[in-house]
């Protein structure tokens, strides 16, 4: 499986200045992320500009990502040869991205009552069995509903067993100004997911308590790092 790296921030926000926690998100956004967390030398083993996939330009802003991750077995496009890079994920889509960056465990019957009949059932039991998804309180998991940023934000970090605890953060931290209310339900999650930082704690499942802010990685410097090692890649 591919590394994933524990430290980094991997969301950005929106050019205005908000984070949006409460929209859906992309196909391409969440390319973006995982591609985001692999560990360097992960990433640098399968890193691709070149797909093909009919609507993932070489320009794109998250081609990269899509064609590193595909090229890595991560990502798959759909029958009809597209990507959909503009298209909200589902949590059935999710599911299986993330499952797929580890090992399957061994998986009897159905996490979920309604998963039966999805196309993405076996992943999403891997996913539920690596404690990587949860289903709501009815049981169920709605595999075709559409998982909003802060949704992903709290299962990445749970993946990454990254805890962030309000009470122990930074005041020189980036901050958004819609995600200003330390009582929201996603509010830790997202300012783990937006800052890069450095942290103690006694071990995995221990509130973090952040010790220093770090400097974001410089992400077009990288590419130009990577185009011109690579440059058939």
Known sequence: PLALDKDDAYICGYPAGPVKPERQITRAEVATI??????????????SRTNSYSDVASGAWYNSAVST??????LTGYEDGTFRPDAPITRAEFATIAARFYHAPEVTGDAFSD??????????????????VSGYPDGTFRPNA??????????????LFRTPDKDHFLS????????????????EAVQEATNSHDYERVDNTSPETWTEITQPRDWDALEAELAQKYPDR
Do not use: C, H, K
């Open 69 to 74: 991750l595909t090229n890595a077995g991560i």
């Open 115 to 132: 998963i039966s009949g999805s196309w993405a059932r076996a992943y999403i039991n891997r996913a539920a069995a690596l404690g990587l």
């Open 146 to 159: 559409e998982i909003t940023r802060a949704e992903v934000m709290e299962i990445i970090n749970n993946v």
């Open 172 to 187: 020189n931290m980036i901050t958004w100004p819609d995600n200003s209310n330390p009582n929201a339900w996603y509010y």
């Open 34 to 47: 995982f591609y985001r967390l692999l560990q360097d030398e992960a990433r640098e083993n399968v890193w």
